[in-house]
């Protein structure tokens, strides 16, 4: 067991650190303000190979382990959650499930744009009725021969109005509620694809996040991703894949607000005394460090037992809780060790405070991640 980083991962790390600092950094907090998405640095990401890491190069892929994109997510999400999220969508919901389950044209179709940022891609799986319980969809996709007619209205779609390319879940046979839903590779320019409203999220405002309308959509049969009615499953698996990649978000925004938390009390003097000397505030500062080593481990330990094609189910969950947990505790807790500056918009914790919620509820929310361990805790045992 070695938990040291390889040499691969630690120069994807630091490429991407240096990007985050040279390029992200200066606009984060406009972006932030005016909702502005970074469609430069998205420009950027693709030329640095950020938006099809694990991939054969045969794809346009960089051919890397996990550990290598989860770090690259860390990075940039260390500077902007934002951005990172960009990265993580592109790779682990809409690159990912084509290239784990897609046929051969279908790969050779779709990645290399994918891969290489010609095209973004899109994840549609939640509606306004339908969030954590998938059989509630009212998406349809009609059998009529030659292709599918689909007709769905999604919501909360990271990249929406924006993908050239989409993962949409709709239902082909309503009567086996999960077992009825299937996964479809859709393409921006059909016919019937609309955008509808762009949303005004508490955090990740750089991120577009879009309702999608997919009306009268003729998808040809060949674009069935899997086989029919294994949608669920295709979006369950991977969802397992995109949790790491949450987690990494979420602990290159720990690991960020964290950073900017010791250097300030190693700055700040407060009764004759900086902050980082006094024992009270250490203490709690070094459990905060436990809580962030320990998210650290959980989430590398996933994206290796993904890498050796380990289960990694659970591991997953756990990496995705803990992470998002230590996030938010320790953006909170950076903020109140900052004071009043912590509170104002000239400095980013605030903006890493915002933008770390929304770990805990992507990618299914907490809740999901306790079923999804508690069920391998108990359930294997029947």
């Given at each position: 067991m070695d938990f040291r980083y390889s040499?691969?991962?630690?120069?994807?790390?630091?490429?991407?650190?240096?990007?985050?600092?040279?390029?992200?950094?200066?606009?984060?907090?406009?972006?932030?303000?005016k909702a502005l998405f970074p469609h430069e640095n998205?420009?950027?990401?693709?030329?640095?190979?950020?938006?099809?890491?694990?991939?054969?190069?045969?794809?346009?892929?960089?051919?890397?382990?996990?550990?290598?994109?989860?770090?690259?997510?860390?990075?940039?999400?260390?500077?902007d959650a934002s951005t990172a999220i960009i990265v993580s969508a592109n790779n682990s919901l809409v690159a990912g499930p084509i290239y784990q389950f897609g046929t051969e044209e279908q790969k050779e179709k779709y990645l290399p744009d994918l891969c290489t940022g010609r095209k973004l891609g899109a994840f549609a799986l939640t509606e306004p009725e339908a969030g954590t319980d998938a059989s509630r969809q009212l998406a349809t996709a009609e059998d009529k021969?030659?292709?599918?007619?689909?007709?769905?209205?999604?919501?909360?779609?990271?990249n929406g109005g924006l993908a050239g390319t989409y993962l949409v879940f709709a239902m082909?046979?309503?009567?086996?509620?999960?077992?009825?839903?299937?996964?479809?590779i859709v393409d921006a320019e059909w016919e019937g694809i609309s955008t509808g409203t762009l949303?005004?999220?508490?955090?990740?405002?750089?991120?577009?996040?879009?309702?999608?309308?997919?009306?009268?959509?003729?998808?040809?049969?060949?674009?069935?991703?899997?086989q029919p009615g294994q949608g669920f499953w295709i979006a369950m698996q991977t969802l397992y894949g995109g949790r790491i990649g949450?987690?990494?978000?979420?602990?290159?925004?720990?690991?960020?607000?964290f950073d900017r938390m010791v250097d300030y009390m190693l700055e700040r003097e407060q009764f004759g005394v900086k902050l980082g000397k006094l024992d009270t505030l250490r203490f709690e500062v070094a459990k905060l460090k436990i809580q962030l080593d320990s998210a650290r481990l959980l989430v590398y330990n996933a994206a290796d037992r993904k890498d050796k094609g380990l289960p990694y189910a659970m591991e997953a969950s756990e990496a995705k809780f803990a992470a998002s947990e230590a996030a938010v505790d320790i953006t909170r807790k950076s903020i109140q060790y900052h004071?009043?500056?912590?509170?104002?918009?000239?400095?980013?914790?605030?903006?890493?405070?915002?933008?770390?919620?929304?770990?805990?509820?992507?990618?299914?929310?907490?809740?999901?991640?306790?079923?999804?361990?508690?069920?391998?805790?108990?359930?294997?045992?029947?």
């Open positions: 040499e691969e991962q630690m120069a994807w790390r630091k490429k991407a650190a240096d990007f985050a600092k040279e390029f992200v950094e200066p606009e984060a907090a406009e972006n932030d303000a998205v420009k950027r990401m693709a030329e640095l190979g950020f938006l099809g890491m694990p991939f054969p190069k045969k794809y346009g892929g960089q051919e890397t382990d996990y550990a290598c994109y989860a770090a690259v997510v860390e990075e940039i999400a260390k500077i021969g030659d292709y599918y007619l689909l007709n769905a209205h999604k919501k909360f779609i990271t082909t046979d309503k009567s086996k509620g999960n077992n009825g839903i299937s996964a479809f949303e005004k999220k508490m955090g990740i405002r750089s991120s577009q996040t879009a309702e999608m309308h997919f009306d009268n959509v003729k998808v040809p049969k060949e674009n069935l991703l899997g949450v987690g990494a978000q979420a602990l290159g925004i720990a690991q960020g607000a004071g009043g500056y912590g509170y104002m918009k000239e400095r980013p914790i605030e903006r890493m405070y915002r933008d770390a919620k929304i770990t805990e509820i992507y990618e299914g929310t907490n809740e999901v991640q306790q079923m999804v361990i508690a069920a391998s805790i108990f359930d294997v045992k029947k």
